[in-house]
């Protein structure tokens, strides 16, 4: 995550009148005015043309838009952004679970069924362009299964194969209707119908997908060369591979938002593929530090299955976050009160989470993974996901550690 780019609906309150703009560009008209002293709910911060901008909503929902850095009490704000999480994966609306297996009953050979079984292991260890070629050969031996035709739908989609994908998942409903299918179909027609990032480079790990319109080539051969340079670091300290090519996408932030579905405070995602929103004028270091923190992400599911807070605690840390008094704060506080739940109770998707939970389970993953790296290291946290039985253990230790 590095320095926060997004904040998760953060209060704060503005220090001085100001008008509210609607963009954070030179161009951008007058929609409203806030008046010093109300309080405002800070929805993300982008670096625009007139420098920091703050995306904020008054409390009653009347003025919404942009505001100057300088139009909020920086303190409060500050404390806010480190308390919060600004790259959140786990609560981005994801594919909805297909069928876990292929069931023999619909005619399915056991030869092609063990075959369709290690395409959805390839899927889940992010390689989902060798489950397609597998899917491939079992869809055409096997007719219209709609079992076999979702899960191709499902690796073309993670492939990021999208025309391919909706041509798999329409031909599954049309021999089976499952709302899960569905779901997944309407999600690829709308990410296909808003996508304007087509342009392509390709990397040592990354296929790379930018829009022109926002992205220059001499900006995005830079980008590619920072996600390679990340993965390589990141892969490092955790210890995994890439099988095959990532794709990463970036977008502007209304088309991110458009496509992908996400929370408005959202800044990246990563569902198979990595994709960010940029928020910046030109891509930098913020753009940098979201690369890295879903590079994490795509880093553990290449691993294993881990839980949330352990997938938002190293997504901060390595992407250059630490623990400051806010996020120790919010932690000393909850184990005083007792309210701070234990690491194995955080293993849920976060996506429902309220903005103030959501804020006190970012800081806990943070402190949770800034100790485990000082008490175990590096070498430590990198055995810890070679060994995943251990992490029980491991978890309940870090417990411990949270509440000294």
């Given amino acids: 995550m590095g320095v926060p780019v997004v904040v998760l609906l953060a209060t704060s309150v503005v220090s001085a009148d100001h008008t509210v703009l609607d963009g954070c560009e030179n161009r951008a008209k007058v929609v409203g005015n806030v008046a010093a002293g109300q309080q405002v709910e800070i929805r993300f911060a982008i670096q625009g043309e007139l420098g920091a901008c703050y995306k904020i909503a008054s409390q009653d929902g009347k003025v919404k838009g942009y505001v100057p850095a300088t139009a909020v009490a920086s303190g409060e704000f500050e404390a806010g952004r480190r308390a919060a999480g600004t790259i959140d994966s786990a609560s981005q609306p994801a594919p909805r679970p297909l069928p876990k297996a292929v069931p023999a009953s619909r005619g399915i050979p056991l030869a092609d069924a063990v075959e369709a079984k290690r395409a959805q292991d390839l899927i889940a260890s992010g390689q989902p362009a060798q489950a397609l070629a597998i899917l491939d050969r079992l869809v055409a031996a096997n007719g219209g299964n709609p079992d076999l035709l979702a899960l191709a739908g499902l690796a073309a989609y993670k492939a990021d194969r999208v025309k391919e994908a909706a041509q798999y998942l329409a031909a599954s409903l049309a021999a089976h209707d499952d709302p899960r299918v569905r779901a997944l179909l309407d999600q690829v027609r709308q990410e296909s119908a808003g996508d304007r990032s087509t342009e392509q480079l390709t990397g040592i790990r990354f296929q790379f997908r930018y829009d022109t319109k926002e992205v220059t080539p001499a900006n995005a051969r830079a980008l590619v060369q920072v996600l390679d340079s990340e993965f390589t670091r990141v892969a490092e300290q955790l210890g995994c591979r890439a099988e095959e090519r990532i794709t990463a996408v970036i977008q502007s932030r ?48 290449r691993t294993g299955q881990w839980p949330a807070w352990l997938h938002e605690g190293l997504a901060q840390y390595l992407s250059g976050d630490r623990p400051g008094a806010a996020e120790r704060g919010i932690v000393r506080e909850m184990a005083r009160a007792r309210a701070l739940p234990a ?55 870090v417990d411990g550690w949270m509440q000294e």
């Fill in 254 to 301: 209304e088309a991110y938002l458009r496509t992908t579905g996400a929370a408005e405070w959202s800044a990246g995602l990563y569902d198979g593929r990595i994709r960010v929103a940029m928020l910046e004028p030109t891509p930098g270091t913020e753009t940098r530090r979201a690369f890295s923190h879903e590079i994490v992400h795509a880093c553990l599911a």
């Fill in 343 to 397: 690491l194995e109770q955080m293993s849920g998707g976060w996506s429902r989470l309220s903005a103030q939970h959501a804020q006190a389970a970012y800081a806990a993953a943070l402190v949770a993974a800034d100790q485990m790296y000082a008490r175990l290291g590096v070498a430590g946290v990198r055995s810890l996901l070679q060994s995943p039985e251990r992490l029980g253990q491991v978890s309940r230790q």
